[in-house]
């Protein structure tokens, strides 16, 4: 039997080195829908090899009433204008990236208890700052989990939000 030659060895790694990662980056971030819903997130996202991946740490709400005191919920606002607020903050974040909303592929919510809603978090609020930024002209949906937790670092945030943005 004959055995192949280290040069022809060596030519085929170097030409599947070559190939491979144009196959690789050839495909799509892949979002795949929640099955017969059209709930606006994505029941899981697929990222292809070659995309880049980022990791944006978790973002508060930026204080909208400078003359509340700044460890109230006063100082930051309803679920709905905290989620809006933190949603900008991200989008300015990944646009000095040089990404954008579409990009992000995974999200964790943490939301805490409103005393105005009984102790539970305001869902309703929190979908309407969300849907402001995902499901509508922007259809690129993020697969997403949301938690309701004690607290957060100040007691007048209701939200802090992570993202995971990836681009090819």
């Known amino acids: 039997m004959k055995k192949p030659s ?11 080195s070559a190939i491979l990662p144009l196959t690789a980056g050839a495909q799509d971030i892949v979002r795949h829908k929640l099955p017969n ?9 697929t990222i292809p090899p070659g995309a880049t991946i980022h990791f944006i740490s978790g973002q508060v709400p930026p204080t909208v009433n400078k003359g509340a005191d700044p460890n109230s919920q006063a100082a930051f606002g309803d679920m709905k204008t905290q989620t ?5 903050k991200i ?14 592929v995974k999200m964790q919510v943490f939301l805490v208890g409103d005393p105005a809603k009984g102790g539970k978090a305001d869902m309703a609020g929190f979908m ?13 949906l993020p ?18 939000i992570e993202v995971v943005a990836a681009k090819k």
């Open 37 to 45: 819903s059209d709930f606006p997130i994505a029941q899981a996202v």
């Open 6 to 16: 280290i040069a022809l060895l060596s030519s085929t790694v170097l030409l599947l």
């Open 143 to 160: 697969a997403r989990a949301a938690f309701q937790i004690a607290a957060l670092a100040n007691p007048g945030w209701l939200v802090e």
């Open 84 to 88: 809006v607020g933190v949603l900008t």
């Open 91 to 104: 989008q300015d974040i990944l646009k000095g990236m040089g990404l954008s909303m579409g990009d992000v």
């Open 128 to 140: 309407e700052g969300y849907t402001q930024f995902f499901g509508g002209k922007q259809p690129n």
